[in-house]
């Protein structure tokens, strides 16, 4: 292949890349125009005005976010049809875009006019004679790779004068080969025909992708989520697109694919993160995990939030007229029963005074005091501040997390835990809740919780009903125990629409959660569904109702320990929607040697694994080596700095879960000498440093869930093997992290 021959058809296809680039422009300029125009119809003043003012700048906006995305790699594909299907070249990229007389200029990738490109193969060609692959940077096609899938409709189109070169090495493999950075890229140039399947698959019910690791799940579930926002936009945009990965860090991971895809209309959330307000990252250690996760914590907390508040008084008593009036722990528990009978505990704080006032009033005997009336009773008893501070601390309002807080009693723990949980369970609970300070709804904002407790925490708000928001303007006698209670609620926050708009910095959206009245999603899409636990499942569920659903994982890779108790509460969220299996088998992330390396070791330790495929042959084994504990920080220096040397992208360090602020001092410290040593190239790599954007990082086993580096150095993998009962699936999954090479210290 002659690299005159590339050049021309790059230079060519250059022409074509800035004629699209020139309308992408132009629309953005048109959107702002758009915008601006908005903004003058409000100023208007009248009411009209507004709406229009607001549905025009939203579109405006919704449409600069998505032309600002869609920017890189604009165009990437091209089909050369048989003529008899159409004869002009058919382009593809991120969005559609017709030139000024409606002719289209470029295909939508999710336009069913675009399948092909990803179906076609030589065997059935449906119609496509070549298709190519556009590689750009920025907005400079840098080169091309093409495939001839019907040779003889090219042979004929050449004896009749249109000639179809085939240049390139394959889309493919110059893709996967490419280094790897701290995110996730779409694939949308490469996209292979079985997981186009999935992709497109209708939006009815749920879709599940399985297949082994480095199948593509991750990202074509991604793409699965930008193609149903395409082909059902208004449903998908309004009710919104919930997207759950296994941590925060894994969000980051692949926060760029849907924008980069022209999306940016939905909500990426870690499994800490899904009850809107609350931030968690903090993992519990697995023991405590796995109690934290099992479904009998739902039968526990159901009780907990029946439970009378701690420390409130248990009697009320008062005089009127001539009676002795009072309320002690028998009658009340049968007011809290009638009142727990009416629906959820925080619905009922506008009924608590009534109830109360009704109890006391039965017993009010005296002539004197029969004369009065109850409407005077009521006057008297709701001015009296006793029976106010009784009643607002009898039945507050109460928030889940101060709730959740209750079980750090554990006496009360054992009370609402007996023949739920063994001694020893309750005593890993107890403990773990010791070890942090009390959350608060501020401090679990900001971190307080575990992610495990986040499941736990959505239960109870389910549990509770919403913390009701006070009229401040009441005027009926209520108003007493409204005005004692504004101390202690503070409001939820409200979404408004404003935070529904585009963030402009095109990062995800978040639709309203804040109320369990409004928790529900058009679509939710799961990822390593393999490691929810039954709570957090039940909390998924929660927010799926309605929704059709993308599940993705693979069992093989699961650290949850009762597998069938995951099911059970999989099934039960999901509610019978019919499903729809998709299968994946082939790996693009681990070359071929790494992968036969991590299969052997699943092989070996008996996980039932789903084996795929690796494609990419890179000619390098793994490498073992053997290192005593003094020598360890040395050896392990040693083998971090080859590998920094030999990839050019990311290098992870791998280390059990109790070894890892030794690790992270190492770095440190190794970082410091890199310094030291002034611009001579140290033995490390200077950019191994420990924080921010850096080519190395120190992870845990279970931190690596999802993600992938060009070289990985596992420290003492037999320590991640014995960490926890599922340390074996652990190990799987961080031997295959690797997309170059793979060193393990034992
Ligand atoms: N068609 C494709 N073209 C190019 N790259 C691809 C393709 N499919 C997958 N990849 C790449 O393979 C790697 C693995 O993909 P992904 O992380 O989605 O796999 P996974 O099945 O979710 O893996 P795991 O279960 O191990 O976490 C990613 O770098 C992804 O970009």
Redesign the pocket.
């Known amino acids: 292949m002659s690299e005159e021959l590339v050049e021309r058809e790059v230079a060519h296809e250059q022409a074509v890349v800035d004629r699209v680039y020139l309308r992408l422009d132009e629309a953005g300029v048109a959107a702002q125009r758009l915008a601006r125009e908005g903004h003058e119809r409000g100023r208007m003043g009248h009411e009209g005005g507004l709406v229009e003012r607001d549905a025009m700048v939203f579109q405006a906006a919704r449409r600069i976010a998505q032309l600002d995305a869609a920017r890189e790699g604009l165009v990437f594909g091209r089909l050369d049809l048989d003529p008899a299907t159409d004869p002009e070249p058919r382009y593809i990229g991120r969005l559609g875009l017709r030139d000024q007389d409606r002719e289209s200029l470029l295909v939508d990738w999710r336009a069913p006019a675009a399948a092909v490109f990803y179906q076609a193969t030589a065997a059935t060609p449906s119609g496509v004679v070549r298709r190519r692959v556009l590689r750009s940077a920025g907005r400079t096609v840098v080169g091309v790779e093409d495939e001839l899938l019907d040779t003889e409709a090219a042979a004929r189109l050449e004896a009749e004068g249109v000639e179809l070169p085939v240049v390139g090495e394959g889309a493919?493999m110059a893709?996967?080969s490419r280094a790897r950075d701290r995110t996730?890229?779409s694939?949308v140039a490469?996209?292979?025909a079985e997981?186009d399947e999935a992709i497109r698959a209708p939006s009815r019910g749920v879709v599940t992708i399985a297949?082994g690791?480095?199948?593509?799940?991750?990202?074509?579930a991604l793409h699965r989520a930008a193609y149903l926002l395409y082909s059902d936009r208004r449903r998908y945009e309004t009710g919104g697109v919930l997207v759950i990965g296994p941590s925060g860090v894994f969000m980051r991971y692949i926060e760029r694919v849907l924008p980069s895809l022209g999306e940016t209309a939905v909500a990426l959330r870690s499994l800490g993160e899904v009850v809107e307000g609350v931030v968690a990252s903090r993992h519990d250690l697995p023991a405590v995990a796995d109690v934290k996760g099992s479904a009998r914590m739902a039968e526990l907390l159901r009780r907990l939030a029946r439970e009378p508040v701690p420390g409130a008084r248990e009697t009320f008593r008062t005089f009127w007229r001539d009676d002795v009036l009072e309320l002690g722990p028998q009658q009340l528990t049968r007011v809290r029963r009638q009142l727990m009978g009416q629906g959820y505990r925080n619905r009922q704080v506008d009924r608590v005074a009534p109830a109360l006032l009704d109890a006391l009033w039965r017993q009010v005997r005296s002539d004197r005091g029969r004369e009065r009336g109850r409407e005077a009773f009521d006057d008297d008893l709701l001015s009296l501040p006793d029976f106010v501070d009784f009643a607002v601390g009898w039945w507050p309002p109460l928030h889940a997390v101060d709730v959740l807080g209750w079980l750090r009693d554990p006496e009360l723990l054992a009370r609402v835990g007996r023949g739920l949980l063994e001694d020893d369970e309750q005593r890993l609970l107890t403990k773990s809740w010791d070890d942090h300070p009390v959350a608060t709804v501020a401090t679990a904002a900001k971190g307080a919780l575990s992610v495990q407790d986040v499941a736990l925490l959505d239960e109870l708000r389910y549990a509770l009903g919403d913390v009701p928001a006070l009229s401040p303007d009441r005027e009926d006698p209520m108003r007493a125990v409204d005005q004692a209670l504004e101390g202690r609620v503070d409001l939820q926050e409200l979404t408004t629409a404003a935070d529904r708009e585009y963030a402009p910095s095109g990062r995800a959206w978040a639709a309203p959660t804040a109320s369990i009245e409004d928790d529900g999603y058009a679509h939710v899409l799961i990822d390593e569904a393999q490691d929810l636990t039954p709570m957090q499942w039940r909390m998924v569920g929660r927010r799926g109702r309605t929704a059709s659903w993308t599940i993705v994982g693979?069992p093989a890779?699961s650290s949850w320990p009762v597998p069938a108790e995951a099911d059970e509460a999989r099934r039960a969220a999901l509610e019978r929607k019919a499903v729809h299996a998709f299968h994946l088998s082939t790996n693009?992330?681990n070359s071929a040697e790494i992968y036969a390396y991590a299969a052997a070791y699943a092989q070996r330790v008996g996980l039932d694994a789903d084996l795929p495929t690796a494609v990419r042959s890179t000619g390098v084994g793994p490498r073992e080596v053997v290192a005593a504990d003094e020598e360890l920080e040395q050896v392990a220096r040693r083998e971090v700095a080859a590998l920094a040397e030999q990839v050019s992208g990311t290098v992870g360090i791998v280390v059990p879960a109790a070894r890892r602020s030794e690790v992270n001092a190492w770095l440190a410290s190794w970082d410091e000498r890199a310094e030291d040593a002034r611009g001579a190239r140290a033995a490390v790599d200077s950019s191994v440093a420990p924080s921010g954007e850096d080519r190395v990082v120190v992870l845990t086993g279970l931190d690596t869930k999802?993600l992938?580096f060009d070289g990985i150095v596992v420290v003492r993998p037999q320590e991640i093997e014995d960490e926890s009962v599922t340390g074996r699936a652990t190990l799987y999954v961080v031997l295959?992290r690797a997309t170059q090479l793979l060193t393990t210290v034992g």
Request: no cysteine; hydrophobic share 25%.
């Open positions: 493919l893709q996967l996730m890229h694939i490469t996209i292979q997981q297949g690791p480095g199948t593509g799940k991750t990202v074509v693979d890779q693009y992330r999802g992938e295959t």
